[in-house]
């Protein structure tokens, strides 16, 4: 092979290489917005129009415990469905006044939530979510039910629900439903 010709090529190769750099090293992120990457969700300030609301089916646990009551409620309208499935889950963990019960343990927050084009959500909880958790497979059905029923029932454009806690994927809450895959909505469960 001759000079030129290896001149070439390694002039292509650091070429190949000095691009390889700017775009995953010196401009990380722009590869994330890609068709199969979770769309997160919007920044709080811009998460919510001013005064603007939608009513949002939330669910609750029924008097006999062991099922869900669906309640109809007035939440913020988000620009997004990214920030329209935060104001949903927010409204949906906010303490209720009786005879309402939540399925879901006091004290859990939100974290983030991201929703992918394919219609997957990822819900990142904090971790009282499962140290508050009462147990038992109906309590832990109850809680997993509410926030996945919450989403796929307001927004049609989800299909499934992850939940996560602390931002890692968990095998279960209280040691009864597996959550290592995205969960589909379970009407069976709503009164």
Not at 122 to 127: A, E, G, H, Q, T
Not at 130 to 136: E, I, K, L, T
Not at 151 to 176: D, F, M, R, W, Y
Request: charged content about 20%.
């Amino acid at each position: 092979m001759s000079r030129a010709r290896v001149a070439l090529i390694a002039a292509l190769a650091l070429g190949a290489i000095a691009i390889f750099w700017l775009l995953f090293a010196v401009l990380p992120g722009w590869y994330g917005r890609g068709r199969n990457r979770p769309a997160s969700a919007s920044a709080p300030a811009a998460a919510a129009a001013p005064g603007r609301k939608i009513k949002a089916a939330l669910f609750y646990v029924a008097e006999d415990g062991t099922r869900l009551t669906r309640v109809e409620r007035e939440v913020a309208f988000g620009e997004t469905p990214a920030a329209q499935a935060q104001q949903i889950l927010e409204a949906q963990l906010a303490p209720v006044a009786e005879p309402l019960v939540s399925a879901v343990p006091p004290d859990t927050k939100l974290r983030a939530v991201f929703i992918s084009d394919r219609g997957e959500a990822f819900i990142d909880l904090s971790r009282e979510i499962v140290a508050g958790h009462s147990g038992g497979s109906t309590n832990e059905l109850l809680t997993i039910y509410t926030l996945v029923d919450t989403l796929c029932a307001n927004l049609p454009a989800i299909h499934s629900v992850q939940l996560l806690v602390e931002g890692k994927q968990v095998e279960t809450l209280a040691g009864h439903v597996d959550l290592r895959h995205p969960l589909e909505n379970n009407m069976a469960l709503v009164e």
